[in-house]
Structure formats: structure tokens, C-alpha cells
């Protein structure tokens, strides 16, 4: 009924070997505040399943949330140091430079322009996920490059919508 197909965004793949080569240290003066607080305020996605969302009972779960959790087991020895703290797509970069998070770990693209803009410690891609596109398979489209010229809905100012004007 639908075919996916895939977008291979080369400077992508270029970022995530850069980061295998050369990983970067957290600030120190984080790090002693987050050890004098004696918790760490970890930003997450507000309800993003399978990365962060609350369970049943309420606590936290999933793939950023133990990511989390690993770095207060880093810090403290004890997973349960850490306050998780719901950020949006708009939030989350005005949470963490007012140092209302200590750690973002939550879906953002690591881009130049936020890497020089926002002035953050990008340490390492925790998830590498790619862009595609699902399309009805009674339009015979093969290839991404059959797409070229066609109307494409993607979220306004997003890294989908960068990538999709640059691959075209």
C-alpha cells in the first residue's frame, strides 16, 4: 500500500563519524553545581513514547530518561538523582542557556548554526535516526529523486524542512 523511502542526508553521516573521532567534556562549573544540588535537572520531551513519557504510576520512562538516569548513576552512584524536567521544541533551548536543565537529552539535530549560535556542549549523538517519506504505491514513485518538484508537508522551520530544500 505505501513505500517508504529514504533520504541519506551525506552531512549527517559526516556528523556522526566526527563524533565517534572527538567527543567533548562537560563544563566543570556545571558538574560541581549539579554535585552541590545533589540532583541533576535532565530535560526530556514533554510526552515522547519510547524516549520520555510518564508510565501509568507516573514515573518516567525510556530511552532519553536512561540516559538520564546513567548520568546520575555517573555522578551520585544512585539512579534516582535526577529531577526530569518536560521541555517542548521551543523550550528546551531557553531552559537549558538558563540553566534551568543541566543535560538535554531529547530528539534535537545537531546542526553548525546550533552548535555556533547557541554556544552548547553537543557531546555525542545518543540516537541516529534518518528522514523519509511515505507515499501511496499507486503513484509509482521508486525513488526520492521522483519527488523532485512535488509538494512536500513538513513542519515550518524545522531540520526536515532544511534537508528536504537541500537534498532538492
Request: charged share 20%.
Amino acid at each position: 500500500m505505501f513505500r517508504i523511502l529514504k533520504l541519506i542526508n551525506t552531512l549527517n553521516i559526516t556528523l556522526l563519524i566526527f563524533t565517534f573521532i572527538s567527543f567533548s567534556q562537560i563544563k566543570a562549573n556545571t558538574l560541581d553545581e549539579v554535585k552541590e544540588r545533589g540532583y541533576l535537572n535532565c530535560g526530556v520531551a514533554e510526552n515522547f513514547i519510547g524516549f520520555a513519557s510518564p508510565d501509568d504510576s507516573g514515573e518516567w520512562v525510556g530511552f532519553d530518561v536512561d540516559l538520564c538516569r546513567a548520568v546520575a548513576v555517573a555522578i551520585f552512584g544512585d539512579s534516582k538523582k535526577v529531577n526530569f524536567i518536560p521541555t517542548s521544541s521551543r523550550s528546551r533551548f531557553p531552559a537549558l542557556a538558563l540553566k534551568e536543565i543541566d543535560l538535554l537529552a531529547r530528539n534535537t539535530t545537531w546542526s553548525y548554526s546550533r552548535d555556533t549560535n547557541l554556544e552548547f556542549e553537543f557531546v555525542g549523538i545518543n540516537f541516529y535516526d534518518g528522514q523519509a517519506f511515505l507515499v501511496p504505491k499507486s503513484l509509482d514513485i521508486n525513488s526520492i529523486t521522483d519527488l523532485s518538484g512535488a509538494s512536500i508537508c513538513v513542519v515550518s522551520g524545522t531540520s526536515n524542512e532544511i534537508n528536504i530544500e537541500n537534498y532538492f
